[in-house]
């Protein structure tokens, strides 16, 4: 309980230092829990595989999902596909290749298991690392959905080649039903419990109870899918994608600010301790050893190297053949525009939680008894390509972009914005036409009312107006900061009178939180 305590602490003291420091959180957690590993006062970590995967997967995935939207994912379809499946296959079938011809006696299937396991990169320590060093925003989003929707299909192998070994047979016709079967169930799932959560959203009502929800929801769908012979992965993402599209109340500010601010929280946390964990799991890898470190650090580096050099050979020709499939149409598929982007695409290719999790839930024993056909040395060698595409990748990921000068295009973040902004101010404008039609205000406050609707689109992006109307804006806006002020100071003294109020004789807590919460409620408004 301690370690899980101190893991915690360190993920939210990390995302600060990181910030200050240039460098991703994830990576700092996880050299945290290496120095942790090694001291002799911290005990070695023993958790049961089984629960590593649903423990820590089904958060993650589903605050990813919160940044993402479906259209998002349709544009992108062709990029992520050969990203998300294409790419998970070719590096499987490369890892275990050579896996088989180097680790001596190492079986195929075996082999295939460490290729499955290695193959996929981590959609956390992706999307952290990227977010965190300015990349534009069309490689985040492939990213994101690299990051995403691989973990199915290398799950999906890796439960293949798992059953492969540990029976001993192999039926192609076979594997290939169980990835759709998983597959349909998967989305099957999804898109049911989707649908009762919104239900259960309606009747609850209540935004506190809303959000509890969704903290449940990532779980049930992975473990129920997983029951049902399903991809517990895929699943969560279905779920999550389907709640993100029908559950979008513009007029729930309270329950949106909320729901954000507790999937931020929780990502954090989840995050520091999942990365956290894999430091502290090394100490144990290296005890499987025996005395063969250097062998396996060789077998380990040989396996690092053909899982970064197949990333690059293979993206280098993929981006070409998606530059040259993209047409005009495709005005939203977002692809690597230049050489330089697709370097940065392919040094963020790093490895994680799904990994670990996966590496250390390989069976000990086949159905005849015998022990597991090398998993110490897949265990070894999953772990060494962990830490050195984490740890070595993360860290020169921000000097790689600076070097090569791959930067967000800000011009089109600004264009867009300002859109919204004159999207959001006709919208306005348009709702109180339709107001005054029905109802008459006096001249001074429907002059007031133009104004406000003028100024809902000038406050999110001041460039959509001219200079003249903007000075106009700029003045109202000091005298609105002023007003805001006095505001502020008001409310801030009716809470601390409320609030004091706690303590004095006679006083009912319960009262006083409910009208300090409508306090803060008007203050929030």
Same mark, same amino acid.
């Not at 893991?7 to 945290?32: H, K, N």
């Not at 993100?244 to 109340?249: G, K, M």
């Not at 003294?493 to 109020?501: D, F, G, N, P, T």
């Given at each position: 309980?301690?370690?899980?305590?101190?893991?915690?602490?360190?993920?939210?003291?990390?995302?600060?230092? &990181?910030?200050?420091?240039?460098?991703?959180?994830?990576?700092?957690?996880?050299?945290?829990?290496?120095?942790?590993?090694?001291?002799?006062?911290?005990?070695?970590?023993?958790?049961?595989?089984?629960?590593?995967?649903?423990?820590?997967?089904?958060?993650?995935?589903?605050?990813?999902?919160?940044?993402?939207?479906?259209?998002?994912?349709?544009?992108?379809?062709?990029?992520?596909?050969?990203?998300?499946?294409?790419?998970?296959?070719?590096?499987?079938?490369?890892?275990?290749?050579?896996?088989?011809?180097?680790?001596?006696?190492?079986?195929?299937?075996?082999?295939?298991?460490?290729?499955?396991?290695?193959?996929?990169?981590?959609?956390?320590?992706?999307?952290?690392?990227?977010?965190?060093?300015?990349?534009?925003?069309?490689?985040?989003?492939?990213?994101?959905?690299?990051?995403?929707?691989?973990?199915?299909?290398?799950?999906?192998?890796?439960?293949?080649?798992?059953?492969?070994?540990?029976?001993?047979?192999?039926?192609?016709?076979?594997?290939?039903?169980?990835?759709?079967?998983?597959?349909?169930?998967?989305?099957?799932?999804?898109?049911?419990?989707?649908?009762?959560?919104?239900?259960?959203?309606?009747?609850? &009502?209540?935004?506190?109870?809303?959000?509890?929800?969704?903290?449940?929801?990532?779980?049930?769908?992975?473990?129920?899918?997983?029951?049902?012979?399903?991809?517990?992965?895929?699943?969560?993402?279905?779920?999550?994608?389907?709640?993100?599209?029908?559950?979008?109340? /513009?007029?729930?500010?309270?329950?949106?600010?909320?729901?954000?601010?507790?999937?931020?929280?929780?990502?954090?946390?989840?995050?520091?301790? /999942?990365? &956290?964990?894999?430091?502290?799991?090394?100490?144990?890898?290296?005890?499987?050893?025996?005395?063969?470190?250097?062998?396996?650090?060789?077998?380990?580096?040989?396996?690092?190297?053909?899982?970064?050099?197949?990333?690059?050979?293979?993206?280098?020709?993929?981006?070409?053949?998606?530059?040259?499939?993209?047409?005009?149409?495709?005005?939203?598929?977002?692809?690597?525009?230049?050489?330089?982007?697709?370097?940065?695409?392919?040094?963020?290719?790093?490895?994680?939680?799904?990994?670990?999790?996966?590496?250390?839930?390989?069976?000990?024993?086949?159905?005849?008894?015998?022990?597991?056909? &090398?998993?110490?040395?897949?265990?070894?060698?999953?772990?060494?390509?962990?830490?050195?595409?984490?740890?070595?990748?993360?860290?020169?990921?921000?000097?790689?972009?600076?070097?090569?000068?791959?930067?967000?295009?800000?011009?089109?973040?600004?264009?867009?914005?300002?859109?919204?902004?004159?999207?959001?101010?006709?919208?306005?404008?348009?709702?109180?036409?339709?107001?005054?039609?029905?109802?008459?205000?006096?001249?001074?406050?429907?002059?007031?009312?133009?104004?406000?609707?003028?100024?809902?689109?000038?406050?999110?992006?001041?460039?959509?107006?001219?200079?003249?109307?903007?000075?106009?804006?700029?003045?109202?806006?000091?005298?609105?900061?002023?007003?805001?002020?006095?505001?502020?100071?008001?409310?801030?003294?009716?809470?601390?009178?409320?609030?004091?109020?706690?303590?004095?004789?006679?006083?009912?807590?319960?009262?006083?939180?409910?009208?300090?919460?409508?306090?803060?409620?008007?203050?929030?408004?």
């Amino acid at each position: 309980m301690a370690l899980l305590l101190l893991l915690l602490l360190g993920a939210v003291i990390t995302v600060p230092l &990181g910030e200050r420091l240039g460098l991703p959180a994830p990576v700092l957690m996880t050299l945290a829990g290496v120095g942790m590993a090694f001291l002799s006062f911290v005990p070695n970590v023993e958790i049961p595989p089984e629960i590593i995967l649903p423990a820590l997967l089904p958060p993650l995935l589903y605050a990813s999902v919160q940044r993402t939207s479906w259209r998002q994912f349709a544009a992108n379809k062709r990029p992520i596909f050969l990203l998300a499946v294409a790419l998970v296959f070719v590096t499987t079938a490369a890892v275990a290749a050579v896996a088989n011809a180097i680790v001596p006696g190492l079986p195929i299937a075996a082999a295939v298991a460490l290729g499955a396991l290695v193959a996929p990169p981590d959609p956390v320590a992706a999307t952290a690392v990227a977010g965190s060093v300015g990349l534009p925003r069309r490689l985040v989003s492939i990213l994101e959905g690299e990051g995403l929707f691989n973990d199915v299909t290398a799950i999906v192998l890796y439960h293949v080649a798992i059953a492969a070994a540990v029976s001993g047979s192999f039926s192609l016709p076979e594997a290939f039903g169980l990835l759709i079967l998983s597959a349909v169930v998967a989305v099957v799932v999804g898109l049911v419990l989707g649908w009762l959560t919104i239900k259960l959203m309606g009747l609850l &009502g209540d935004a506190t109870l809303q959000v509890g929800l969704t903290l449940l929801v990532p779980f049930v769908s992975y473990v129920l899918a997983e029951e049902l012979m399903g991809s517990g992965v895929l699943a969560v993402l279905t779920t999550a994608l389907f709640l993100a599209e029908h559950t979008a109340d /513009a007029d729930d500010v309270l329950g949106r600010l909320t729901g954000r601010t507790f999937w931020e929280i929780v990502d954090t946390l989840v995050t520091g301790v /999942a990365f &956290g964990l894999i430091g502290l799991e090394l100490h144990n890898v290296f005890g499987t050893a025996d005395g063969r470190e250097l062998r396996l650090l060789g077998w380990g580096l040989a396996v690092v190297a053909v899982v970064v050099g197949v990333r690059l050979l293979y993206l280098l020709p993929a981006t070409w053949l998606a530059k040259r499939l993209h047409t005009r149409r495709d005005v939203s598929e977002e692809i690597p525009t230049s050489w330089r982007e697709t370097v940065v695409m392919w040094w963020a290719g790093m490895r994680g939680v799904a990994s670990v999790a996966l590496a250390l839930a390989i069976p000990l024993k086949t159905d005849d008894g015998k022990p597991f056909p &090398g998993r110490d040395e897949i265990v070894f060698i999953a772990f060494a390509v962990i830490l050195a595409t984490l740890v070595i990748q993360g860290l020169t990921l921000p000097w790689l972009v600076r070097k090569l000068r791959v930067k967000a295009d800000t011009d089109a973040e600004e264009a867009l914005e300002k859109d919204l902004a004159i999207r959001a101010a006709q919208a306005a404008k348009q709702r109180l036409k339709e107001i005054q039609e029905v109802e008459e205000f006096p001249d001074e406050v429907a002059e007031r009312l133009q104004r406000l609707a003028y100024d809902v689109g000038a406050r999110i992006s001041p460039d959509m107006v001219d200079d003249e109307r903007r000075e106009a804006y700029a003045q109202r806006a000091e005298r609105f900061k002023a007003v805001s002020r006095v505001q502020r100071e008001m409310m801030s003294a009716a809470r601390h009178a409320v609030l004091s109020a706690r303590n004095e004789a006679g006083a009912d807590p319960e009262i006083v939180d409910r009208v300090l919460r409508q306090l803060d409620v008007r203050s929030l408004r």
